[in-house]
């Protein structure tokens, strides 16, 4: 650690330094790197998935899942407490097409899920410290074996005789995915991009921030939604987006320019960005006639 400004408040005081032991021991902490672990490239891995009529999935015969891995909103608390029931933590699939699958997908955020053979309801979800309007979420951190509800889409999908019978807060609670899958023969499986052993840490890093930066000012801050342009003086109204709505996930591909207004349409932050740069977007945005989607 760094004192150098509390030596110079010290000096500064004309306090006297004087010497004090504790009599604590501090060991070094070995701190590892997340490892996502798999040396099987992705393409590989998808290639031997399918997906029958009905949407439901399976690889070598056995069942496999789709979930989202690291949702906007839970916290750590809710992903272990309440995982079922909060709004906040996101649903496992046991279809590849359902109505909520195909919606992500038209939306190109599709590589957001995870496939699974796990087939125990319990899953491996980042989730935050905090919700805090304030503070902020804090750093991602990874909670093993948490207990999701099953997709209510899914179970429409697959015609699931509780369905229109319970609603879906009881069948989150009750439904048994181990006795379904018994039940159920899987034959083909649709595509995605990560497992839960390749899947990216979601915490916004060097890398993001760097190509970020090359992206701006390759594309002179201009959103490439509305064309509103954001250089010379108003740089900090353009935003680099993921696509996919994986914050883990910066390749070139995933990456675009969005001006605040065009961010907040677009993406599932629907209240990114300080309200005073919003506005002035918005005001910036209408002198320069381009298309605002929000209000």
Request: with cysteine; glycine share 6%; net charge positive.
């Amino acid at each position: 650690m760094n004192f150098d400004s509390l030596d110079k408040l010290v000096k500064k005081m004309g306090a006297e330094i004087k010497e004090w032991d504790s009599g604590a021991t501090i060991e070094k902490i070995d701190i590892k790197p997340i490892d996502f672990g798999g040396k099987k490239s992705i393409r590989e891995a998808l290639s031997e998935f399918q997906m029958d009529d009905k949407g439901i999935l399976y690889k070598d015969g056995v069942p496999w899942i789709l979930y989202i891995m690291a949702p906007k909103d839970a916290t750590i608390d809710e992903l272990k407490n309440n995982p079922k029931e909060s709004k906040n933590t996101p649903r496992y699939h046991i279809t590849g097409n359902c109505s909520t699958i195909r919606d992500m997908k038209n939306r190109n955020r599709y590589d957001r899920y995870v496939f699974t053979p796990n087939i125990e309801e319990k899953f491996d979800v980042y989730g935050y410290p905090s919700r805090s309007k304030w503070w902020g979420k804090g750093k991602p951190q990874k909670v093993e074996d948490v207990e999701l509800g099953v997709c209510f889409n899914c179970l429409k999908n697959v015609d699931y005789y509780l369905v229109g019978k319970r609603n879906p807060s009881e069948l989150r609670k009750t439904f048994d995915v181990g006795e379904w899958f018994e039940d159920n023969v899987q034959e083909k499986f649709i595509k995605t991009r990560f497992s839960p052993e390749n899947f990216p840490n979601p915490e916004y890093n060097e890398d993001y921030y760097t190509k970020s930066a090359q992206l701006k000012l390759r594309r002179n801050w201009i959103c490439e939604n509305c064309g509103f342009t954001g250089a010379p003086s108003h740089k900090n109204l353009i935003h680099t987006d993921h696509i996919d709505g994986n914050s883990g996930n910066n390749s070139d591909s995933n990456l675009r320019l969005l001006c605040i207004d065009c961010h907040r349409y677009l993406g599932q932050n629907k209240s990114v960005g300080r309200r005073v740069d919003f506005n002035k977007c918005i005001e910036l945005k209408n002198l320069q006639n381009k298309k605002v989607f929000s209000k």
